[in-house]
């Protein structure tokens, strides 16, 4: 089955620990991104990657970092600059960024202790 | 830069019953796209129905259709014979095509609304 998979789904650090995220797709697609998820917040968009080799960052990029050596995958490293990491941290991917919708991964929750 | 507003954090309808979430938008281009996302209690998100800005005729999937007005920059997703599976928090999205620099083709969320279906 193609899809977008995280793991893990549940995930606790303890402060000044730097934590990743994986982010895994068999759909062939071009582009992927990493969103945050905050209570009562919509998604925000921390870094996205069209292509192989090149990522962009979002609106809220500080204290993050990503690669993108493959184009299946897109791991998300949360380091001990983020100032407030614990929520849900959200994948996605589209086979055109500029056009098509974007398909969802089922999430991680990062929780800092 | 572009905003997604929806303005109600939560809403109630009977099973059975139609209701209509609203979204408003702020942008200066004219050709984009825009979204509704469904998310459940499982958290996965899913896409409900997509419209291109440059299409008159408003978009419909099977129970959920919208309303769209360009003019006035809204986007309103109507929910007929509501399901108890239709309750989660959903999501209005823009997607610009450029001519604004680094945010094209990129996805801006509004805050959500909680639909709760009550049997």
Redesign the interface.
Known sequence: DGGITQSPKYLFRKEGQNVTLSCEQNLNHD?M?WYRQDP??????IY?S?IVNDF?K?DIAEGYSVSREKKESFPLTVTSAQKNPTA?Y?C?STTN???N????G??TRLTVL | AQT?TQSQ?EMSVQEAETVTLSCTYDTSESDY?L?W?KQPP??????VI?QEAYKQQNATENRFSVNFQKAAKSFSLKISDSQLGDAAMY?CAYRG??GDG?S????I????TKLSVKP
Do not use: D, H, T
């Not at chain 1, 009562?40 to 968009?45: E, F, K």
């Not at chain 1, 919708?101 to 969802?104: L, N, P, S």
């Not at chain 2, 969320?109 to 959500?112: A, D, L, M």
């Open positions: 582009a991104y009562g917040q919509g998604l925000r968009l996205y069209q962009q979002g849900f959200l996605a960024f500029f056009v919708e974007q398909f969802f089922p999430g | 997604v954090p796209y979204f996302y499982s958290r996965q998100m899913i896409l997509r999501f095509l450029g680094g094209q083709g990129n996805l969320f509004g805050k959500g």
